[in-house]
């Protein structure tokens, strides 16, 4: 079974700040992969970045980087310079063999 | 640019209607999953294939849904009855499973609201 937890139901930040939402895991599959999506107002489900588990750098994507530390299982999401239109929910899931499971997502607000 | 598409975007229905959503994934793609997203539930995993084979719906409700894939551009998602609870998003994804990659995207969502 796999099973994604994210304790912060909400984060404020102000523009220009970094940020990072916490993301845990836990999972049996010994192969797996951990993504983020930002999900803002529109609804839409945008993929931002991605970390294989056998991946031994943290990904980076622009803005994004993913702080990954599988020993702890933790796949925090690290956003530099934080700009308004990142406000928006972002979701940690996780994707094994046999299916991706998201967790229940923060909510980030920046502030000007 | 490639992107999943769904149709219909939006879909308002009364209550005992049959509901069909279309999903065509990304070409090249070989799995599919549908998501339902609520407030209260969250993103719920409802359907996943693979190579067009169905490997997991145990989060459908069997009574009344359905999902195939009728070939790899298409994949459905079919309530019938509707009833008022189903009311949410409807997401498709579709990604590019050799091992795990990161290639997993998502469609824009179909909004079905069972009055």
């Known amino acids: 079974a796999q099973k994604i937890t994210q304790t912060q139901p909400g984060m404020f930040v102000q523009e220009k700040e970094a940020v990072t939402l916490d993301c845990t895991y836990d999972?049996?599959?010994?192969?797996?992969?951990l993504f983020w999506y930002k999900q803002p107002s529109s609804g839409e489900m945008i993929f931002l970045i991605y970390?294989?588990?056998?991946?031994?750098q943290n990904a980076t994507e622009g803005r994004y980087s993913l702080n990954f530390q599988k020993a702890r299982k933790s796949a925090n999401l690290v956003i530099s310079a934080s700009q308004l239109g990142d406000s928006a929910m972002y979701f940690c899931?996780?994707?094994?063999?046999?299916?991706?499971?998201f967790g229940t997502g923060t909510r980030l607000l920046v502030s000007p | 640019d490639a992107r999943v598409t769904q149709t219909p975007r939006h879909k308002v229905t009364e209550m005992g209607q049959e509901v069909t959503m279309r999903c065509q994934p990304i070409?090249?793609?070989?799995?599919v999953f549908w998501y339902r997203q609520t407030m209260m539930q969250g993103l719920e995993l409802l359907a996943y294939?693979?190579?067009?084979?169905?490997?997991?719906d145990s989060g459908m409700p069997k009574d009344r849904f359905s999902a195939e894939m009728p070939d790899a551009t298409l994949a459905t998602l079919k309530i019938q009855p509707s009833e008022p609870r189903d009311s949410a998003v409807y997401f498709c994804?579709?990604?590019?499973?050799?091992?795990?990659?990161?290639?997993?995207?998502f469609g824009e969502g179909s909004r079905l609201t069972v009055l």
């Open positions: 994804a579709s990604g590019l499973t050799t091992g795990i990659t990161g290639e997993l995207f």
């Open positions: 999972t049996s599959d010994q192969s797996y992969g």
């Open positions: 970390q294989g588990s056998y991946d031994e």
């Open positions: 899931a996780i994707h094994g063999f046999q299916k991706l499971v």
């Open positions: 070409l090249g793609h070989n799995t």
């Open positions: 294939f693979r190579n067009r084979a169905p490997l997991d």
